[in-house]
């Protein structure tokens, strides 16, 4: 079974930073895109950054310019360096690995999803 681990959320106060990091556990062969998502009270979860395995990166309109999306793949774990935070970026932000092979049934793909990290930006 494959497992997301998250981690490096918290709160924050307005035009600081976090990194987020997000590991896959398991028998993995291989991941096609990992990313991160979020969900604040009130609003439908969205997709804040993604990132392929050659390294296509995909952002959202309001975080462009203030988040950037890494990946190791050799550790399959991606980052999330959030800087210039704001009060609107509060949220769970969830890590997802989409396309993912595993060793017990290479003929197949599954996405995951972590457990989910608070970030509060808050003065």
């Known amino acids: 079974q494959v497992q997301l681990v998250e981690s490096g959320g918290g709160l924050v106060q307005p035009g600081g930073s976090l990194r987020l990091s997000c590991a896959a556990s398991?028998?993995?062969?291989?991941?096609?895109?990992m990313g991160w998502y979020r969900k604040a009270p009130g609003k439908q979860r969205e997709l804040v950054a993604a990132?392929?395995?050659?390294?296509?990166?995909n952002y959202a309109d309001s975080v462009k310019g203030r988040f950037t999306i890494s990946r190791d793949n050799a550790k399959n774990t991606v980052y999330l360096q959030m800087n210039s935070l704001k009060p609107e970026d509060t949220a769970v932000y969830y890590c997802?690995?989409?396309?993912?092979?595993?060793?017990?049934?290479?003929?197949?793909?599954?996405?995951?999803w972590g457990q989910g990290t608070q970030v509060t930006v808050s003065s």
């Open positions: 398991g028998r993995i062969f291989s991941i096609y895109a």
């Open positions: 997802n690995a989409e396309r993912v092979v595993v060793a017990s049934t290479p003929w197949d793909e599954y996405n995951y």
């Open positions: 990132i392929t395995s050659g390294g296509s990166r």
